[in-house]
């Protein structure tokens, strides 16, 4: 993530969620979601029109939606869409939500599998969308983490440092299909 010191926020962190189409093209682009969403809370709109600059300029003062778009390396780009009140971010691909704005957060989103890393293990389920809490982005931030490298631990059923219960309820879920937990240290031993 860039220098902290660069760029003031402008938002408090929100709560943030991040399609799995998403996670993979920024994982193929090199891309850190926390940068994007740095830049975002700092007033870097990315490639935004004039019109959606000014509504954001005043969204912040008022509170209402943000709409942020940062193109990739790939060609893709990836939207960020702040709800009012600014207390959620959505991070998604722009083909996942092409009318911006005006389009609707309802869009389906298939579970996809992360990429192979090197001689790393491979995943052994797709991920869906991922939520990410205040708590844990600052985690993260502090910490230098990134969330794909602990999602590829996930997507791998290395569960990190989930209770043993835990750890069995995953085996039972793979099998059905539901909500999996796994919990990691940071570097500076924050729990995620």
Request: proline share 7%; net charge negative; charged share 20%.
């Amino acid at each position: 993530m860039r220098n902290r010191n660069e760029s003031v926020p402008r938002l408090n962190i929100p709560w943030l969620t991040i399609s799995p189409r998403a996670l993979v093209e920024m994982d193929a682009a090199l891309e850190e979601p926390l940068e994007l969403l740095w830049r975002h809370s700092c007033g870097d709109w990315g490639d935004v029109d004039d019109d959606d600059r000014r509504l954001n300029d005043v969204g912040l003062a008022e509170g209402n939606a943000l709409l942020g778009v940062y193109p990739l390396i790939s060609g893709e780009s990836i939207v960020l869409l702040t709800e009012f009140c600014h207390q959620m971010t959505h991070m998604l691909t722009l083909a996942e939500h092409p009318l911006g704005r005006n389009g609707s957060l309802d869009v389906k989103r298939e579970p996809v599998l992360m990429p192979v890393q090197g001689d790393g293990p491979a995943p052994k389920f797709p991920l869906g969308t991922v939520t990410l809490s205040p708590a844990a982005i600052q985690a993260l931030v502090m910490s230098g983490g990134s969330p794909l490298s602990f999602l590829r631990r996930h997507a791998t059923a290395d569960w990190g440092i989930a209770s043993e219960m835990q750890k069995r309820s995953n085996k039972r879920w793979l099998i059905d299909q539901g909500k999996l937990c796994s919990t990691y240290h940071t570097m500076l031993g924050d729990v995620l």
